[in-house]
């Protein structure tokens, strides 16, 4: 039985709507992972953002080489402006949402640490407000409110008097969603030039070295690992970096940005679940509606974002500059 063209590309989405699910579900799934090496392995988070930074981006970047363009691994390295850029992105945005990410779930747990990280794309929504003087659309107002209300309940439980989870863990996941929105826009002139796997890998390797030079891998501090723990690391480098990543790619063969975007919020579900079942973490209501807030924030700013992608095609009526105010 021959397959028409639109079962084909019916078949297709399917494929790709799957890739970024299972990616962003890695991702989720890490996070939990690494909770579990810091409460009962004693591992510090700067040593495994070293280890996990420096082997996945060499991976990345042997991925890298062995693709058609794999010139472009040291090509990007001719030219002093892609020099610097690649580096201020190994440093300030690679190592930045990494280490951040790890410290507050070490500081907390992998469900607040992953849906405060997930606030990232609302502050890259203020950033390109400010910057293009655009008041933003009523979607995105939306948003904004339903992020403020999510991070309250999500940090206090719905209590006035105090946090419920650390100041740490806090500021820290805050961090972590302010180097996501810079580690997503800084280096978009960088990936259109030279690709992912050559920024990302790069970024990974640059950013797993600085590190190196205050948590040096080869220092264990006279830790113990076990078989578990190599495991666990082993998943966080692999699964939870290397896979997901190229899942996510290749899943935008298939679909577009912003349904990948939408899937993204399978990312902090994952942590969150895995966290219920796995690590016994209990919830608050009022965390949970939190929660809930701050994912609804993350597909409205995508459904936003679709529409917007709708147009750049022709799809809808040309934009104005009346319809860009709101």
Sequence with gaps: MQTTVAESQLISRYKGLAMAFLGASLWGLSGTAAQYLFQHEGIRPGWLVTIRLIIAGVLLLALGLAQVNRDNVWSVWKSRQDRIQLMIFGLLGMLGVQYTYFAAIEAGNAATATLLQFLGPVFITLYLALRFRRIPGLLEFLALGLALLGTFLLVTNGSTEELSISGAAVAWGLGAAVTAAFYTLYPVNLLRKWGSLTIVGWGMAIGGIGLSLVNPPWQMDGLQLTSLSWSLIGFVILFGTLIPFYLVLESLRYISPAEAGMLNSAEPLAAVLASVLWLS?????????????????VLLLAMESKKKEKRLLGKEPPVTSKSLEG
């Excluded at 973490?281 to 924030?297: P, W």
């Design 281 to 297: 973490l209990s919830l608050g209501l009022f965390e949970a509606i939190g929660g809930v807030c701050i994912i609804f924030t």
